[in-house]
T-cell receptor, first 112, second 110 residues
């Protein structure tokens, strides 16, 4: 089954404790992206990747890092999480940047 | 600064009637416009898209209209069904970056 998976689905952590949210897709897609969804703000793009070893900043990249060492994986790293990063995070992938994206189920993060 | 705006946070429609969801944008460089549908506890799923060179695209009960001079697009759902109840996001694409609106929660009343 074609899908985008994210882990964990729910995470509670404390300020400053590094964490990684994993994202994996099995569709051999070149384009992958991370979004955060906040009330009243919709989905905002954090980082995107056009292909392996190619990443770029989206609209709200501050406080986040990503890497794209393999085509299928695109982890989101929060080196020093802060409470304002409490949000619902979605990973997405697409065959190329101009085509429709497939979204993962979301990761709900709470930073205390 | 929000480049894609959905000014109606919610909309209620009777089953069988037309649902019209609206979206405005500010960036004239957008190449593609898309609508996504989102159910609670799930990721958004793609619904329909339109290229900036077109003014209409139809797929079954769903039609998207694009008015470039007004920087406005709309999604029409005819006839509306209870299963259409969800949050709808419009999105715009510059070729590598995506911008989403804040979403409109549609409720279709049986």
């Amino acid at each position: 089954e074609a899908q985008v998976t994210q882990n964990p689905r729910y995470l509670i952590t404390v300020t400053g404790k590094k964490l990684t949210v994993t994202c994996s897709q099995n569709m051999n897609h070149e384009y992958m992206s991370w979004y955060r969804q906040d009330p009243g703000l919709g989905l905002r793009q954090i980082y995107y990747s056009m292909n392996v070893e190619v990443t770029d900043k989206g609209d709200v990249p501050e406080g986040y890092k990503v890497s794209r060492k393999e085509k299928r994986n695109f982890p989101l790293i929060l080196e020093s999480p802060s409470p304002n990063q409490t949000s619902l995070y979605f990973c997405a992938s697409a065959r190329s940047q101009a085509l429709t994206q497939y979204f993962g189920p979301g990761t709900r993060l709470l930073v205390l | 600064d929000q480049q894609v705006k959905q000014n109606s946070p919610s909309l209620s429609v009777q089953e069988g009637r037309i649902s019209i969801l609206n979206c405005d944008y500010t960036n004239s460089m957008f190449d593609y416009f898309l609508w996504y549908k989102k159910y609670p506890a799930e990721g958004p799923t793609f619904l329909i898209s339109i290229s900036s060179i077109k003014d209409k695209n139809e797929d079954g009960r769903f039609t998207v209209f694009l008015n470039k001079s007004a920087k406005h697009l709309s999604l029409h759902i005819v006839p509306s069904q209870p299963g259409d109840s969800a949050v709808y996001f419009c999105a715009a694409d510059t070729g590598n970056q995506f911008y989403f609106g804040t979403g409109t929660s549609l409720t279709v009343i049986p």
